[in-house]
């Protein structure tokens, strides 16, 4: 235990070249977390310092009560609650965090522990019947039982929580898709994912390097369930309910323009033959 407390003291409270990236999860940061290690930077990559986010997203699963357990989640807390305070403790922390949109967030995100999702479906339907396992009915799943708010609420349940920080008091550039925050000994690099690969200036500045390249990392290809998300995405049916739940938040109006959003509803409304089933407004 000792020695595992002194490696984090070592990493988290003294590296020169740690770089936060704090952010909400399938935002593109595999990418940006590569290239920082291809110039020598240590990235330290966390989605939350409270709560693993498989749990926050999966809550209303029955199955995540086995993948993450009282014991995991508090073992968990703990731990980050650790490199929190050292980190806090850094004369200078470089911070980055990525936004990305809500709908395409929340699809990719349904699929990351796609396990927890397949054992409730097994556990409680027939299975025996194609319709109660068929690709409709996991979509039917996503809709009714998925944490689809966690994104949007990110930067309230989460950032505020930990840095003291509200993002949405200070100024955003959405045509350009960026901002810096500074507090204390915190200096928070914002972006969004829609225009990260045009970030590439935007980080070499805030990381004061003389020259920085982003290589983009598709990790949904290298999943096992690729072929079946892209065929879950082809027919998903968000209703406009849905949509403006998400969409007309004050999220979405603080880092994208309103054409940008009207776009993104767009997209969604030409993929919509049949209503969405109901879904939570409480998560």
């Known amino acids: 235990m000792l020695k595992k407390i002194n490696y984090f003291n070592q990493?988290?409270?003294?590296?020169?070249?740690?770089?936060?990236?704090?952010q909400m999860g399938k935002v593109g940061s595999t990418s940006l977390t590569k290239s920082l290690k291809s110039y020598g930077y240590l990235p330290l990559h966390i989605h939350?310092?409270?709560?693993?986010?498989?749990?926050?997203?999966?809550?209303?699963?029955?199955?995540?009560?086995?993948?993450?357990?009282?014991?995991?989640?508090l073992n968990y807390f703990l731990t980050k609650q650790l490199v929190l305070k050292l980190l806090k403790s850094r004369k200078k922390l470089k911070v980055i965090s990525i936004v990305r949109e809500p709908v395409s967030r929340n699809l990719?995100?349904?699929?990351?522990?796609f396990h927890v999702p397949l054992?409730?479906?097994?556990?409680?339907?027939?299975?025996?019947?194609?319709?109660?396992?068929?690709?409709?009915?996991?979509?039917?799943?996503?809709?009714?039982?998925?944490?689809?708010?966690y994104g949007?609420?990110?930067?309230?349940n989460e950032f505020k929580r930990t840095w003291h920080i509200d993002v949405y008091n200070y100024p955003f550039h959405k045509e350009e898709g960026y901002t810096v925050i500074e507090k204390g000994n915190v200096e928070v690099l914002l972006l969004t994912m829609e225009k990260l690969n045009e970030a590439e200036q935007i980080i070499r500045g805030f990381l004061d390097m003389e020259e920085f390249t982003l290589t983009n990392e598709n990790m949904g290809e290298q999943k096992w369930y690729q072929s079946?998300?892209?065929?879950?995405?082809?027919?998903?049916?968000?209703?406009?309910e849905y949509?403006?739940?998400?969409?007309?938040?004050k999220y979405m109006k603080h880092f994208y323009t309103n054409d940008e959003v009207e776009t993104f509803k767009g997209k969604y409304r030409e993929e919509t033959h049949t209503p969405t089933p109901s879904f939570s407004t409480t998560n």
């Open 228 to 240: 079946v998300y892209k065929e879950f995405k082809q027919k998903i049916q968000p209703s406009e």
């Open 11 to 22: 990493t988290y409270r003294k590296k020169e070249n740690l770089v936060l990236i704090h």
């Open 243 to 249: 949509l403006n739940a998400l969409y007309d938040s």
């Open 119 to 149: 054992m409730d479906i097994n556990s409680t339907t027939d299975n025996r019947q194609e319709a109660n396992t068929n690709l409709q009915a996991f979509r039917n799943d996503f809709f009714q039982k998925f944490n689809h708010h």
């Open 48 to 73: 939350s310092f409270y709560s693993p986010i498989s749990y926050e997203m999966y809550k209303n699963y029955h199955a995540i009560k086995f993948y993450r357990s009282p014991l995991h989640r």
């Open 152 to 156: 949007i609420n990110w930067f309230d």
């Open 108 to 113: 990719s995100m349904y699929f990351q522990a």
